[in-house]
């Protein structure tokens, strides 16, 4: 089966810092372009960060410096470091993965196939 699980979402105030986790089934870990896709509030989806096959990174503009994408190979599993967090981070994130993905960016991630349900973050001010 196929499947993506979220967790780690929650609750801070401005400034502090969230560990988002993705639980991925074999078959869609061991061979794809990994990333997150965060919705607003009010506001269009956003990629924010993708991992390529080779661990090669890129991230969203918003979310340079402060965010870290990484995947644990072993667990197939993704994660999203969260630091300095602003409340326009809050969002529904999305783990999102897709082997067919063309270019392994946070622009293209939005075309990607496989997505999870999703885990809300919410920074206050």
């Known amino acids: 089966q196929v499947r993506l699980v979220e967790s780690g979402g929650g609750s801070v105030q401005a400034g502090g810092s969230l560990r988002l986790s993705c639980a991925a089934s074999?078959?869609?870990?061991?061979?794809?372009?990994m990333g997150w896709v965060r919705q607003g509030p009010g506001k269009e989806r956003e990629g924010v960060a993708t991992?390529?096959?080779?661990?090669?990174?890129i991230y969203g503009d918003s979310v340079k410096g402060r965010f870290i994408i990484s995947r644990d190979n072993a667990k197939n599993t993704l994660h999203l470091q969260m630091d300095r967090l602003k409340p326009e981070d809050t969002a529904m994130y999305y783990c999102?993965?897709?082997?067919?993905?063309?270019?392994?960016?946070?622009?293209?991630?939005?075309?990607?196939?496989?997505w999870g349900q999703g885990t809300q973050v919410t920074v206050s001010s």
């Open positions: 991992i390529g096959r080779d661990g090669s990174t």
């Open positions: 074999v078959k869609i870990y061991s061979n794809n372009c």
């Open positions: 999102v993965a897709d082997p067919r993905l063309s270019v392994c960016s946070p622009t293209y991630l939005m075309r990607a196939g496989y």
